[in-house]
């Protein structure tokens, strides 16, 4: 039997551990013809084969700056030659022996489509489990499929031209509205699954909500969905809709979040504090020029 070549494309910066563990997680799916592609986006500490006990599908691709991760996707996509490639984190794992094996299939069932499977998040964090209740398993309000746990077609890739390296953030969204554009489907699978960690710590999820918000304008602006019309379109009215939207937001999140996790309703506090981050760096974008000369 002839299988798909598949490449696994995994950008990373400065996580060793995490990046091991993922990588790790990949050597021993039950298929045949795949390769894993790291590409190192100029993290302090370079990206070694030793850290993965010398697996032979494992290449390591060094960036000689910080590209972001939709450039170090795209370099990664374009040094390979594959049917089809699976984008997955860094801070990622897998625990399904068959996951490559089901993105094939789905890739070989919908061949004109991007894919994405389900994310399970895992935190033993407070802090974590509030940014979890801000997330879904992988398919966003039925409008972008995250890269976390993607695969696509080699033709798809193309037809697309690639990731938009403009985007800092969120370029997920900007991918997937592109594909949706030009008849390309999105397919989601919850049986196709991957593991995601949360270790961040309030600050760090502050920052992370601070930078969403300073991408989320230009992106879902230049998309025109997902409520678009009620983002800020200037530095006063940022200003002006800086606490409504924060605490519409927030009830929001939690009302989606308690049928499934009545405790959200505790974390509501937190919750809150991370919509005003996103709305922080929403009158970030708006005050500071070059934010929105580089999202033109």
Same mark, same amino acid.
């Given at each position: 039997?002839?299988w798909?070549?598949?490449?696994?494309?995994?950008?990373?910066?400065?996580?060793?551990?995490?990046?091991?563990?993922?990588?790790?997680?990949?050597?021993?799916? =039950?298929?045949?013809?795949?390769?894993?592609?790291?590409? =190192?986006?100029?993290?302090?500490?370079?990206?070694?084969?030793? %850290?993965? +006990?010398?697996?032979?599908?494992?290449?390591?691709l060094?960036? +000689?700056?910080?590209? +972001?991760?939709?450039?170090?996707?795209n370099r990664?996509?374009?040094?390979?030659?594959?049917?089809?490639?699976?984008?997955?984190? =860094?801070?990622?794992?897998?625990?399904?022996?068959?996951?490559i094996?089901?993105?094939?299939?789905?890739?070989?069932?919908?061949?004109?489509?991007?894919?994405?499977?389900?994310?399970?998040?895992?935190?033993d964090?407070? %802090?974590?489990?509030?940014?979890?209740?801000?997330?879904?398993?992988?398919?966003?309000?039925?409008?972008?499929?995250?890269?976390m746990n993607?695969?696509?077609s080699?033709?798809?890739?193309? =037809?697309?031209g690639?990731?938009?390296?403009?985007?800092?953030?969120?370029?997920?969204?900007?991918?997937?509205?592109r594909?949706?554009?030009?008849?390309?489907?999105?397919?989601?699978?919850?049986?196709?699954?991957?593991?995601?960690?949360?270790?961040d710590?309030?600050?760090?999820?502050?920052?992370?909500?601070?930078?969403?918000?300073? %991408?989320?304008?230009p992106?879902?602006?230049?998309?025109?969905?997902?409520?678009h019309?009620?983002l800020?379109?200037s530095?006063?009215?940022?200003?002006?809709?800086?606490?409504?939207l924060?605490?519409?937001?927030?009830?929001?999140q939690?009302?989606l979040a308690?049928?499934?996790?009545?405790?959200?309703?505790?974390?509501?506090?937190?919750?809150?504090?991370?919509?005003?981050?996103?709305?922080?760096?929403?009158?970030?974008?708006? %005050?500071?020029?070059?934010f929105?000369?580089?999202s033109?």
């Open positions: 039997m002839d798909p070549s598949i490449v696994v494309i995994i950008p990373t910066y400065g996580r060793k551990k995490q990046l091991v563990r993922c990588v790790l997680s990949l050597s021993n799916q =039950d298929y045949p013809n795949y390769k894993i592609v790291v590409i =190192d986006d100029a993290s302090p500490e370079p990206v070694s084969h030793t %850290w993965f +006990k010398n697996i032979k599908q494992v290449s390591i060094r960036n +000689k700056t910080n590209q +972001k991760q939709a450039a170090s996707r990664g996509i374009r040094s390979a030659n594959a049917d089809y490639y699976i984008l997955i984190d =860094d801070d990622c794992y897998v625990a399904d022996l068959n996951w094996k089901k993105h094939v299939s789905l890739n070989q069932k919908f061949p004109k489509s991007l894919i994405g499977g389900k994310i399970i998040n895992v935190t964090s407070l %802090w974590g489990k509030a940014r979890a209740a801000l997330t879904r398993d992988g398919l966003q309000y039925g409008s972008f499929l995250q890269t993607l695969s696509f080699q033709t798809t890739f193309e =037809d697309l690639g990731f938009n390296e403009v985007f800092g953030e969120l370029e997920d969204v900007d991918f997937s509205q594909a949706k554009r030009q008849g390309i489907s999105l397919k989601y699978d919850s049986s196709t699954a991957i593991l995601h960690q949360f270790n710590h309030f600050r760090a999820i502050l920052k992370r909500n601070f930078q969403y918000g300073k %991408w989320v304008v992106v879902r602006k230049g998309q025109h969905f997902d409520g019309w009620i800020p379109g530095l006063i009215t940022s200003l002006v809709l800086y606490l409504p924060s605490i519409i937001s927030s009830l929001a939690v009302l308690l049928p499934k996790q009545p405790a959200t309703i505790f974390l509501s506090p937190l919750i809150f504090c991370y919509t005003l981050a996103h709305s922080a760096g929403m009158v970030c974008y708006h %005050w500071k020029k070059r929105k000369e580089d033109l």
